[in-house]
């Protein structure tokens, strides 16, 4: 599985967020044809929180996701093959693509502070929850709620099997309201440059929702600082416009490797 891991392995610490009734954008595209997907199960739990925010089969007959990270001169296009996770992030600087083997970056010389293979899908993981964790070998379990200002989400752990991605050792637990099973927060652990198992997990905080050809995607994404049931500073905030979601697959031209660009080959620790 291609996860993304987190914003720089210092950007932030746990947090954790009250959920509250969100409002929901309305985002429509025009339907093209109907989808063929790949039927699978799912634990109940998950399956429900799937349905709260669109359903699998849904998801499972996009091909391409599209949407704006950020504001001004710091925006980003960002555009996800879904069926490969060939990725191509454009910015006013640099762009960055994943053609389904090598990670580049082009121009060659151009500024960017850390690694490219790391950071080419961070986003797209994060804004794709909780769909991405339908994705195929992972392993699910139930663990203690999340209790913020005095109410409990119930949570479910996601974990890899060995060889998935380039991180199997990231953990995951998501974690929704009880009544309406919307997702409200994610809780991540980062192994990509250590790949050792650790519990130093960061927390999100999903809201601002909208609803684009019928799934339910982020708008912003807080993280924060977590502590006895409480929300603390927040640390990093994500915003996303101009999403788009649909059935036809981009053109695969799109993320063949420049001349000039220069590759950012997978290390042996990490992804």
Sequence with gaps: M???FTLCAAVLYLSACQPARQEVQEITTE?????ITEKRSFPENLTKVLDAHGGYDTWAGMHQLSYIKGTGESAEKQLIELKTRKVLLTSAN???GFDGNEVWINPADAAFGGSPRFYHNLYFYFFAMPFVLSDPGINYSDVEPLSVDGTDYPGIKISYNEGVGDSPKDNYILYYDAGTFQMQFLQYTVTYRSQEINDDYRLIKYSDWANVSGLLLPTKLNWYTYEDGKL???KNEAVFSDISIG???PADELFAIPEGAKIDAKSGAGK
Aim: glycine share 6%; charged share 40%.
């Design 247 to 249: 059935k036809e697959p």
């Design 2 to 4: 291609k996860k993304a």
């Design 94 to 96: 640099h762009t960055i």
């Design 232 to 234: 603390g500073e927040m």
């Design 31 to 35: 339907p093209e044809s109907e989808p």
